[in-house]
């Protein structure tokens, strides 16, 4: 039972690059999101999903973008990136009705 | 809006010694879940444990201890006994029934020295 798999572990973009961070999850959940970790400000939650084809705005969505086309899938693209975009990337899934979340390992992104 | 706070942003004690995380949360829901997470030097996310709003007792579990206070709202993490595989940046977040995100705090880094 892999959980929650993020890929790549590692990304260096240029500002103004596009690219998309993967995250899967075996664990049927209708739940996923998206957060960034930046030094001394916790986790902060980027998109998130409630089921297939169901998106929605967190507290910093700007700069991304996001869909559900699948249960299992909930890819986050960067559009133009920015080194403001600079951070550690962690995706996570519970199921409904559940609160325990399950967070993947992480994408170290850096923008130059 | 929700917010955790977590003022400690660096403690440094010696193994074997005993030491508190505090966390202190905002909201205005009555149904609430409170969570610390561990992130290890090798940055994965690791749940320890989840209190809901309703459920006042103190537990613990082994060497980690947790004392959750509505009346405060603070629901604080203490180590006895620490060791170094202890040293991590430790989150405390909050999650409400209405909305759909676990909010953090800024997180505790912890070194523990031998």
Known sequence: ?112 | AQKVTQAQTEISVVEKEDVTLDCVYETRDTTYYLFWYKQPPSGELVFLIRRNSFDEQNEISGRYSWNFQKSTSSFNFTITASQVVDSAVYFCALYNNAGNMLTFGGGTRLMVKP
């Open chain 1, 1 to 112: 039972n892999a959980g929650v798999t993020q890929t790549p572990k590692f990304q260096v973009l240029k500002t103004g690059q596009s690219m998309t961070l993967q995250c899967a999850q075996d664990m049927n959940h209708e739940y996923m999101s998206w957060y960034r970790q930046d030094p001394g400000m916790g986790l902060r939650l980027i998109h998130y999903s409630v089921g297939a084809g169901i998106t929605d705005q967190g507290e910093v969505p700007n700069g991304y973008n996001v869909s559900r086309s699948t249960t299992e899938d909930f890819p986050l693209r960067l559009l133009s990136a920015a080194p403001s975009q600079t951070s550690v990337y962690f995706c996570a899934s519970r199921r409904a009705g559940g609160y325990g979340y399950t967070f993947g390992s992480g994408t170290r992104l850096t923008v130059v």
